[in-house]
């Protein structure tokens, strides 16, 4: 156990992560050292930043929990706390259940955390984050909350509504980041499409990433979680226009099926979804779509899931994934419908979309054979460079794999020509210039 040092432990989403770096650069600025998600915690502080969205989720977040509790009354350990969403939705059970955790704070409530250590805020460094990904990188949150009432959805009982970080903020955050070296940025929210409507009046996100593609040393901006209801389509101008906004779009549309989408309240229909990705297409050549699938909703018919399935074979997402219904307490769903599709039944259906992904994943990938792509490298391992595509985000989408047959630097853009393919990967060898 060492003294004066925190372990931060990070769990959940890109999000989170943010709020974990915030926290670490105070507790840095405080004189502590830092470590994030050790593979072997020695600090005599822990601090757990937990998800809540989904059963597995929270399972993990509790798991995790219980072993640092074990930790404490083993003294190997001294102080031990919680924040994050888990905490938020969850405050009054953890207290009452885990009495060895020494404070839970929410979502938004850590800042408390540096004052219960007997430190002070440090406003000089409260926009600036100690980062955990690799120093090429960051992720940009820009709003916090949501406004939607999908039925399934627990994160505005969590984040609350909607609220967007003003346009200067997030610029000079940018221009900080790149000061230190970032170049790629991976715009998240909870809802991109929605950004400005609370504090501007207007849909801003174009805007926004204009003024962050203007800022120099950017080099790749990726964008995340967009909501397919009222899309601000000026969006696809920028993507298409600027050289350095990826052409990548993580856009949720969770259903096909108009069954699905009016219980699931999304409010949008099969037809409106159809020319959303048509326009997208059209307006945007080449762009990757990533996008979420919820299988299992209560009173999702096999011809429901049919549908979907027919969907997906047709629509050809170069990037997917899927989950499975979780009955949220609070949610809509909870409270209106049965949860009345088998849990075996769940997972039935989304391993059977997956596979079909599967499949496209691997003719997407099999056209890229032979093609000179960018690809920024993330690390070197034992046999391989491995880096991505602008057409590829960290941690959730196909990696490439470069021959090691040229010495390689990390966080360095090179022309790679593609080789061979997998579903899931890509292998490919550095292109010399004559």
Request: glycine share 6%.
């Amino acid at each position: 156990m060492k003294k004066n040092r925190i372990d931060v432990v990070t769990l959940g989403c890109s999000k989170n992560l943010v709020d974990s770096e915030m926290l670490m650069k105070q507790l840095l600025a405080n004189g502590y050292t830092v470590k994030h998600d050790p593979e072997k915690p020695e600090g005599e502080i822990v601090v757990i930043n937990t998800c809540g969205f989904i059963g597995d989720a929270k399972e993990e977040s509790i798991n995790t929990i219980l072993g640092f509790a074990e930790a404490k009354k083993n003294r190997k350990l001294n102080k031990l706390f919680v924040m994050g969403c888990l905490s938020e939705r969850y405050m009054e059970e953890l207290q009452a259940e885990i009495p060895e955790v020494d404070k839970f704070y929410g979502k938004f409530g850590w800042k408390g955390l540096i004052t219960d250590l007997g430190k002070s805020f440090r406003k000089d460094v409260q926009y600036e984050r100690a980062l955990t990904t690799p120093a090429h990188y960051a992720y940009l949150k820009i709003s916090e909350g949501c406004n939607r009432s999908c039925s399934y959805c627990s994160i505005p009982i969590m984040t609350g509504r909607h609220q967007s970080r003003p346009m200067e903020e997030i610029v000079s955050e940018v221009e900080s980041l790149v000061a230190q070296g970032v170049k790629e940025f991976q715009v998240i929210a909870q809802d991109l499409s929605y950004y400005g409507l609370d504090r501007y009046k207007e849909m801003k996100l174009p805007e926004l990433i204009e003024r962050i593609s203007d800022v120099k040393g950017v080099e790749w901006i990726r964008l995340h979680y967009a909501y397919p209801t009222k899309f601000p389509y000026d969006l696809l101008r920028v993507i298409r226009e600027r050289d350095n906004v990826c052409k990548y779009l993580d856009i949720a549309l969770q259903h096909i099926s108009d069954n699905m989408l009016t219980k699931m309240r999304r409010g949008i229909t099969k037809q409106e979804t159809l020319a959303l990705v048509k326009r997208i297409r059209d307006e945007v050549p080449g762009i990757h779509l990533r996008t979420t699938f919820l299988v299992g909703h209560p009173d999702e018919t096999e011809a429901d899931f049919e549908e979907l399935m027919q969907f997906v074979k047709e629509a050809q997402f170069e990037r997917m994934g899927a989950f499975p219904y979780s009955n949220e307490e609070g949610t809509y769903a909870y409270e209106k419908y049965e949860d009345n599709i088998p849990e075996i039944v769940k997972q039935e259906r989304m391993d059977m979309l997956m596979a079909v992904q599967e499949r496209v994943s691997l003719g997407v990938n099999e056209s890229k054979i032979g093609q000179h792509l960018s690809v920024i490298i993330d690390r070197e391992d034992a046999d391989y460079y491995v880096g991505r595509t602008q057409y590829d985000s960290p941690e959730v989408d196909p990696e490439v794999l470069i021959s090691k047959d040229i010495p390689l630097n990390k966080g360095e853009i090179y022309n790679v020509i593609i080789t061979q393919a997998e579903p899931f990967d890509l292998y490919g060898n550095i292109v010399v210039p004559n």
